[in-house]
């Protein structure tokens, strides 16, 4: 469903590449007042901007220009289809990590020729998946996965096309050590002394076809420094490798470019590219880039209505409607998103916790934060929730999971409608 919203003439005196502006003290996304979409629709509710998504793809897009490439979005930021679709009309890949996620980008319209399948414990089930729908490359990471894999395509008639993931012992500088993925001690990738021999394997495997190389070394990357680490921990065993008569169509070099959550200087798509096409385009190798976060992360808003305001310990608790459930990143990730009232209504500051309603000390949404203090019944906006926001909500706490909802200029469209208690238990049997 879409609701028209008039036209509002102070919207051509705004930055055009903001999708978040205020217009006579009210939030807007692009052309529609925020207040509008939760008289519709309630809170907690996710916001998009179609505009924003289809920017951030372009730049990068134009920037990574000068080399063949495809820009393989990584669904685990955000998979709702409608923001697919936007991504799959403008010519974008997936970068998948399930099953699931195989689907949903198909159902999207995405190709399977524009999909690589990455993640360390992909199942047979999830293999032949791969294989049905023909999909660009398995980026494999193990020498178990890469024989499973062979096998199976034999059995199937088919030939799995691949790239190794190589673990090139690069500790990236991100906020959280969960998102370093480079270094020798995680799990992912094959350590770059042991790749060379796995890739004799896979030349010899009659089930593999192998396509390419794959590295991806952390999220939230601010600087283009490590990238070009990374790139040159492959550029030398891409060489070997074509001297060993085992060529390469595509290099992989993952996803992690990051964006401003404090307004924090963040790498550009031209800084990026600045940084890998000439070394990319002496391969004359295809360039694969799986970004997601850059491409939707500040896109999204989380709104939410204050339900009390209370005081204690020295503390004075904004409490909303929305919790840990909705938005986890605060609290799994120390994540930092800057909140702000949807309404200005001119008050003092003050500093406060914004927490929700979670039967859980962790459950927070900002602390020891300093806005102006709202009312209960008043909203309040979260930013830059557009990557890993709703996608990796839950059910905790028996709470539905939030409406998404999708603007495109004056038009809201709700693209995931607000889950019921009969969503919750529709899976139980035996009631």
Not at 143 to 158: F, I, P, Q
Not at 244 to 250: H, N
Not at 323 to 334: A, E, K, V, W
Not at 368 to 380: A, H, M, N, T
Request: charged share 20%.
């Amino acid at each position: 469903m879409a609701t028209r919203i008039p036209d509002i003439s102070a919207a051509a005196t705004l930055d055009a590449a903001a999708p978040f502006q205020r217009q006579n003290d009210v939030l807007h996304c692009e052309d529609v007042p925020l207040p509008e979409l939760v008289a519709r629709w309630g809170t907690p509710l996710y916001v998009y901007s179609r505009g924003a998504v289809r920017r951030r793809y372009h730049e990068l897009d134009e920037a990574l220009s000068p080399v063949p490439h495809l820009i393989a979005y990584s669904v685990k930021a955000n998979p709702n289809l409608a923001l697919l679709r936007t991504l799959a009309e403008m010519g974008a890949g997936a970068d998948v990590v399930s099953g699931g996620e195989l689907r949903r980008a198909r159902m999207a319209g995405i190709p399977g020729e524009r999909i690589v399948f990455s993640g360390v414990g992909k199942t047979i089930n999830e293999l032949a998946l791969g294989l049905n729908e023909e999909i660009y490359a398995f980026n494999v990471e193990s020498e178990g996965e890469l024989c499973a894999l062979s096998d199976l395509a034999c059995a199937m008639g088919k030939k799995a096309p691949v790239a190794i993931r190589i673990n090139p012992d690069i500790d990236s500088p991100t906020p959280h050590h969960y998102t370093r993925t480079g270094h020798a001690a995680t799990k992912f990738g094959i350590a770059a002394a042991r790749a060379r021999d796995l890739y004799s394997i896979a030349a010899r495997l009659q089930g593999i076809r192998v396509l390419g190389i794959d590295v991806h070394i952390g999220s939230q990357i601010l600087d283009v420094a490590p990238f070009g680490l990374a790139l040159d921990a492959i550029l030398e065993l891409v060489h070997k490798l074509k001297q060993e008569d085992i060529p390469l169509e595509f290099l992989d070099l993952g996803g992690g470019l990051g964006i401003s959550y404090q307004g924090e200087p963040a790498a550009t798509a031209q800084a990026f590219a600045d940084a890998v096409v000439p070394l990319v385009a002496e391969t004359g190798l295809r360039l694969v880039v799986e970004p997601g976060r850059y491409i939707v992360g500040e896109a999204g808003v989380l709104l939410t209505r204050v339900i009390y305001v209370k005081e204690g310990g020295g503390k004075r608790f904004v409490i909303t409607d929305a919790g840990m459930n909705d938005l986890i990143r605060p609290s799994h990730y120390s994540g930092w998103h800057a909140v702000e009232p949807v309404e200005s209504h001119d008050r003092p500051l003050g500093t406060v916790d914004i927490v929700g309603p979670i039967c859980e000390t962790g459950d927070f949404l900002a602390l020891d934060r300093e806005i102006e203090i709202p009312k209960p019944g008043e909203l309040l906006a979260i930013h830059t929730v557009g990557a890993y926001g709703f996608s990796m909500s839950s059910q905790y706490n028996q709470r539905p999971r939030p409406a998404e909802v999708l603007v495109d200029g004056e038009t809201a469209t709700l693209v995931r409608r607000r889950e019921t208690f009969e969503d919750l238990v529709a899976a139980e049997v035996g009631l």
